[in-house]
Each structure stands twice: as structure tokens, then as C-alpha cells.
């Protein structure tokens, strides 16, 4: 999985330290919250468990920070609400965070359908928008670091 050793060497290059991969069991005991993650993520996990939280900065020279397993939440949970209002588009739906940006200012999730799923951008105020397809095209956007990860405007249905 050659998207999987450029997204490691990126890491390394930042002196970002990259956690050990998740085991089989680790990721079915997580599947318990009842979702099937995405062969890519699981593929994702058993490589890198996200990065470490215990870096100078706590997030990677641009701003991302890719939580660990353990870190995984599902939108709104994560979200003060206090500072930003929950997206009415998102309501009912399953969303899953795996990244934020400059320290939650946003958030990157799967957002379900059924067995499918997209990458979407949760921003302030109010919005979302869909970044990839598929968390190996989302990788590829953050390696190259392509606008369209800056990009939630508008809220898309």
C-alpha cells in the first residue's frame, strides 16, 4: 500500500512520530460500536494507530492532527457546541471523525450512506462539504496539500 508508506514517510519528515498499527482483534473490538469500517481505514489503522499526541505541537507542521483508534468519535460528540452549532445536513446521519485541523477549528469525517461513504470537511459556521470519495483519496489530497481540504463553504446534501 504505497499511499499508506507516503503518508508515513510525510509524517517521519515532520518529525512527527507515528503510533503502532492497530492488531485485528483492536479494530474488531472497536467495530462493536456498531459500524463496519471501511477497508481503507482498517487498512490505515493496522499500519499507523494516528499520530502522537505527545508531538511539540500536537498536530503536524500544517495543522492536521489523525486521532488514534481510541480518539475516534462520532459527530456531534466531539463538537463544543457552546463555541459552534451542530450542522442541521448531518442530523439522523452517521459521521465518523478521524482528523481535526488547527486544533478543532474544523474536522474531517466518514459520513455514511449505507455501506458507502464519503470524506467531508465539518467547518464553522454551520457547514460541510464532501472532500474525497474515499480515505485513500483524502490521503492523497492531504499529502499533496490540495486546496480542496480547505474548502467547506456551503453546506452539500
Known amino acids: ?86 450542522v442541521p445536513a448531518l442530523a439522523g446521519k452517521k459521521c465518523l471523525l478521524f482528523a481535526d485541523y488547527m486544533h478543532k477549528s474544523w474536522w474531517y469525517g466518514l459520513l455514511f450512506a449505507g455501506a458507502a461513504y464519503s470524506v467531508i470537511e465539518i467547518a464553522a459556521p454551520n457547514t460541510y462539504a464532501v472532500v474525497a470519495d474515499s480515505f485513500r483519496e483524502f490521503v492523497h489530497l492531504y499529502l499533496a496539500d490540495a486546496d480542496e481540504l480547505y474548502s467547506a463553504r456551503a453546506t452539500r446534501p
Open 1 to 86: 500500500m504505497q499511499w499508506l508508506n507516503e503518508l508515513s514517510a510525510d509524517w517521519a519528515r515532520q518529525g512527527m512520530s507515528v503510533q503502532p498499527g492497530c492488531t485485528a482483534h483492536e479494530l474488531q473490538r472497536w467495530e462493536q460500536h456498531g459500524i463496519r469500517l471501511p477497508q481503507e481505514f482498517r487498512r490505515y489503522f493496522a499500519q499507523a494507530n494516528g499520530m502522537d499526541p505527545f508531538t511539540a505541537t500536537g498536530t503536524d507542521k500544517r495543522g492536521f492532527y489523525f486521532y488514534a483508534l481510541s480518539e475516534l468519535q462520532f459527530y456531534p460528540q466531539v463538537v463544543d457546541f457552546a463555541l459552534e452549532p451542530p
